[in-house]
């Protein structure tokens, strides 16, 4: 022990445990410094392994160093050389601890500045340099050959003066959409596309030919006080010429009729007399009483819906709440509460609220089919809360079928029946009615989502991703698009895409959906049970469904149905996708899926296909 004693304490004195700290401190400053500024250099790969390498090849040498040399006043020389009564080690030793505290204080300065400063911007710029590897690998979405009989009523300025009154401007533009829709031999491209030109620089050749349309109607309106001003212009997509303008001033109170007068003098000069209706009854947004203050607040409900927040989607219900309040008897009004009622409980609740909230949505749309039952709204606010909230395939199936009865012409209602059949195992169907809602909506970034599910589920991982790409170049900042990317790069075999895709998912729960499922097959174990392992501790009530995916890529059966046992007791809407879900389908041979199945009211069978086992851990948790 005194031998042990005498050698530690030679260790100290020889300044050998300083060296040790001192060396590593500075050689992982060193480290951090030069993963920064090397990339920014385009210094080749191998420099910081080579670096690397170099630092920890030198660390014993530096303690050896330190063991057999001394610095002394007249330079260095060995320490059996010094006299014990010139020794200045205890002063070097200070003077070496100076220095360990000032590179540990650089260290802490520099690890501040990359966390709070440059990882930021590196994060930024990452996501702006995917987003334009996005745009360019997606391929410009082909523009259907414009037919003479179809039109895009682009976004109305608001000439106003005041950013409040948007929600007016583009509640009459939503307007004129839906009752030009009411002409069987019309195609009319659908909002979420026309408004992706709002204050396009665009010329009318280019906007046509993006949208695949012949015709385009663009105006301004101007709302002040008790008189609406409204300025509408046709134009031929092609050359830009004028096919028909006029300027209207009326009093506010007579507002539908101004609509009515403007639809009207549209389809004339499209020479739509001579088109055949639907045979469908007319679909209007007007509240039956004339009320405009309810009118008012319907359409400040679907400005704020079409945003797409949670925030926002509680706006939108006080204000479509409002109109029913106003008018009672106000079915579309009823019908868009319900939707945005269930898409808010889908997407942001669970447990009590989210069954709460459902509630309210169901009793909106069942109030919206007794006030207006050839509403094809209503059916569709019925089918969704069918779907979503009960898991009723059979009543979502039929509501859905019977909107799109109501509505021919509408690209919402064939989306729809194309998700409900998805949902049913039928993928192929639901390919066919999704890209037809498209030639209707070709911008619409949702459904090209939607479509990326689709197809990957019918075994097309390639054509998957050339959707997902297009939904991304659309909506970069959009919620679970990267998501899904991710889930295509893991079947495509490519971890290292898989990854810096699930990073480029916006922060949130589905970010860390995202990068859980790619650590699975990133190659390191313990990081990949690390991100499993939070996420069921943070996400066990939100997202079980999410859960279940992960461990079946894990190729986890059992941890698999236990998850998904749990997505059923919570009502999960991520049930929706079983029947698609390449990962969950590993296990369809599995009897716990057929159990499943029948618990859920699904039928056991699929045309989808599982994924690729070959790319996948085989590890268990």
Not at 148 to 157: E, F, Q, R
Not at 356 to 366: D, G, K, L, M, V
Not at 480 to 486: D, G, P, R, Y
Request: hydrophobic share 45%; net charge negative; glycine share 6%.
């Amino acid at each position: 022990m005194q031998n042990r004693g005498g050698f530690f304490h030679e260790l100290r004195r020889r300044n050998v445990f300083r060296m040790a700290g001192l060396y590593v401190v500075a050689a992982w400053l060193i480290i951090q410094i030069s993963g920064t500024v090397l990339p920014m250099l385009d210094a080749p790969a191998w420099l910081p392994r080579t670096m690397l390498f170099l630092l920890a090849l030198g660390f014993v040498p530096a303690l050896i160093f330190s063991w057999v040399f001394e610095l002394t006043p007249e330079g260095l020389r060995r320490e059996a050389e010094v006299p014990a009564e010139q020794s200045i080690m205890s002063d070097t030793g200070q003077r070496m601890n100076h220095m360990i505290i000032a590179v540990l204080v650089l260290a802490l300065a520099f690890f501040g500045f990359d966390k709070f400063v440059l990882t930021p911007k590196r994060e930024a710029a990452l996501v702006t340099s995917a987003h334009e590897d996005a745009a360019k690998q997606a391929p410009a979405p082909a523009a259907p050959a414009a037919d003479d009989k179809s039109i895009a009523v682009l976004p109305l300025t608001n000439a106003s003066g005041n950013k409040d009154e948007q929600f007016f401007s583009d509640g009459l533009s939503e307007n004129l959409i839906i009752a030009l829709s009411q002409f069987g031999g019309l195609t009319v491209i659908g909002r979420n596309s026309s408004f992706q030109f709002r204050d396009s620089k665009e010329d009318s050749k280019t906007i046509g030919e993006r949208l695949g349309v012949a015709t385009l109607l663009e105006g301004s309106v101007q709302h002040a006080g008790d008189v609406v001003r409204v300025s509408a212009e046709l134009i031929n997509a092609a050359n830009g010429h004028t096919l028909w303008s006029e300027r209207y001033d009326r009093p506010y109170k007579d507002l539908f009729a101004l609509q009515d007068d403007i639809t009207k003098q549209v389809a004339t000069a499209l020479k739509a007399r001579l088109l055949t209706g639907s045979g469908a009854p007319a679909q209007s947004d007007h509240p039956p009483s004339g009320n405009l203050d309810s009118y008012t607040a319907f359409l400040q409900g679907k400005f704020y819906v079409a945003r797409l927040t949670e925030v926002d989607g509680r706006e939108a219900i006080t204000q479509f709440t409002a109109a029913t309040r106003l008018d009672s008897g106000y079915a579309l009004a009823w019908a868009e509460l319900s939707e945005a009622a269930t898409g808010l409980a889908a997407r942001y609740l669970d447990g009590e609220s989210a069954q709460q909230t459902y509630a309210r949505a169901r009793e909106a749309a069942n109030t919206a089919l007794a006030l207006a039952p050839a509403l094809a709204a209503a059916h569709g606010a019925l089918g969704y809360v069918h779907l979503t909230a009960d898991f009723d395939w059979i009543g979502a199936e039929a509501e859905y079928r019977r909107a799109l009865e109501l509505s021919p012409n509408d690209g919402k209602a064939k989306f729809n029946v194309g998700e409900l059949l998805a949902a049913l195992g039928q993928p192929e169907k639901a390919i066919d009615l999704t890209r037809q809602a498209l030639a209707t909506d070709p911008l619409n970034a949702r459904w090209h989502t939607f479509l990326a599910n689709y197809l990957l589920a019918t075994g097309q991982p390639d054509e998957a991703k050339q959707a997902i790409l297009k939904a991304i170049a659309l909506q970069p900042s959009g919620t679970a698009v990267h998501e899904v990317l991710t889930i295509i790069e893991i079947l495509r075999g490519d971890a290292k895409a898989a990854l810096k895709a699930a990073q480029q998912e916006p922060p949130g729960p589905w970010h860390d959906f995202a990068v859980t499922l790619a650590l699975q097959v990133g190659g390191d174990p313990a990081a990949a049970d690390a991100a499993v392992a939070d996420m069921m501790k943070r996400y066990a009530t939100l997202a079980p469904y999410q859960t279940a995916e992960v461990h079946a890529l894990r190729n986890d059966a059992d941890k698999t149905f236990e998850w998904l046992d749990r997505a059923w007791s919570s009502r999960d809407p991520g049930i929706e996708y079983l029947l698609t879900d390449p990962l969950i389908l590993r296990f369809r041979e599995d009897p716990r899926f057929a159990a499943f199945c029948k618990k859920a009211g699904l039928p056991a069978t699929t045309t989808a296909k599982a994924m690729d086992a070959a790319v996948t851990r085989t590890n268990k948790s």
